[in-house]
Each structure stands twice: as C-alpha cells, then as structure tokens.
Antibody, heavy 119, light 110 residues
C-alpha cells in the first residue's frame, strides 16, 4: 500500500525554525517527484514546494522562497521541509504528497502535520 | 486571490449531475494538464482526476474531467450525500514556475 507519513509539526515562536519530514513507502520512491502543500485553518490548498525524483530540481511558492528548503534522501525514502524565519502566516496543516502537480497529479497524500506559529 | 478561479459553492439534489468549473490562463490550464482533488470534511485531499480526464484506480466513473482552452470542468453524476466535500483544481503554471490551485468549491448535496 502506498503511504506517506508526515511528522515534525509543532508550536513555534515567530522567527523560529522547524523541519518537517515525510516518510514514504509502498512505491519506488526515487522515480517520483514529491510535493508539500499546506492548508491554513478554514482556508483552501496552497502549494508550497516540490522536488524532482533525483532531487536535482526544486520549486517554491513565492510566499516561502528564501525561507523554506525542500530536500530528499532517496536512501531513506524521505523528504524534508526546512522552514526558517517562520511567521504567523505559515500556520497551517502541512501535507506531503506523492508526485508533482503535472501529468501525474498529486497521487497520494498524507494526513498532514500541524505547524502553529505563535508567541 | 487564486490563480485558478472556481465557484465558491455548487449544489444539487441526490441522483442529479453537477459541474464545477476551473478557469485559468494560457500559462496554466491552457498549456498544462489539470488535476482535481476531493477533500471530505476533516480529511486529507484525494486525487480524483489527473491529466485532464484520467481517473486513478478506484475512482468511480461518476467523476469525469474535461478541458477546453483555458478552462477545465469536473462533472459528477448520480450525486450521493457522500460526495459532499470541497473540490479543488490544480495545474502547473509555466510562467510562474509554480503549482497553482483553485480556491476550492464546496459541493452541497441537497
């Protein structure tokens, strides 16, 4: 069964940092792009970042560029999202998804990990 | 303000058909495949349609997608109360070099 499982969400103060992880199983991890999507309370979906299958290319939303870094470790079937300079606007449920939003779509989603930025 | 525009809400009776529109531009829908996602209350989104009109395994054929020019449409036939959810369209935008979603459409089955 294809699964992705996020972890690392927490309550953090404004200006702080956090690293999210997403462990994948049930598919050939190094042949798929991977994506982070977030959803603020009561709001819609917002794409955050994607990384290609090899990790050679990364893409970011304007709202997080320069603050967030996506990476992957294909030996561990895991992707990461390093989040720095967090602001209250980053408060959201962060989902990890298999695939990119291109031809395959975001195939399988995790249950999300919650990030709350508050003093 | 989302790059892709969806109606905030649609409604129809059980057994009826409903369509949800998604309007974009030449740099996203006009140029790239569209996908659709269903988010039931308090759950993670699920892929319904990819590559404009293809269904993943396990998605019933009551759900269908189409695209024309810079607009895409999700159609749901034989509506069931279990279809009440938020629906999102998504695509890659080649000008922004970013993925973009619609603002979401809340489906109510009356």
């Amino acid at each position: 069964e294809v699964q992705v499982l996020e972890s690392g969400g927490a309550l953090v103060q404004p200006g702080g940092s956090l690293r999210l992880s997403c462990a994948a199983s049930g598919f050939t991890f190094n042949t798929y792009s991977m994506t982070w999507v977030r959803q603020a309370p009561g709001e819609g979906l917002e794409w955050v970042s994607s990384v290609t299958d090899s990790g050679g290319d990364t893409f970011y939303a304007v709202s997080v560029k320069g603050r967030f870094t996506i990476s992957r470790d294909n030996s561990k079937n895991t992707i990461y999202l390093q989040m720095n300079s967090l602001g209250v606007e980053d408060t959201a449920l962060y989902y990890c998804a298999q695939g990119g939003i291109g031809s395959t779509g975001l195939i399988v989603w995790g249950q999300g990990t919650r990030v709350t930025v508050s003093s | 303000q989302s790059v892709l525009t969806q109606p905030p809400s649609v409604s129809a009776a059980p057994g009826q058909k409903v369509t949800i529109s998604c309007s974009g531009s030449s740099s996203n829908i006009g140029d790239r495949p569209v996908s659709w996602y269903q988010q039931l209350p308090e759950t993670a989104p699920k892929l319904l349609i990819f590559d404009n009109n293809r269904r993943p395994s396990g998605i019933p054929d009551r759900f269908s997608g189409s695209k024309s020019g810079t607009s895409a449409t999700l159609a749901i036939t034989g509506l069931q109360t279990g279809d009440e959810a938020d629906y999102y369209c998504g695509a890659w935008d080649s000008r922004l070099r970013a993925a973009v979603f619609g603002g979401g459409t809340k489906l109510t089955v009356l």
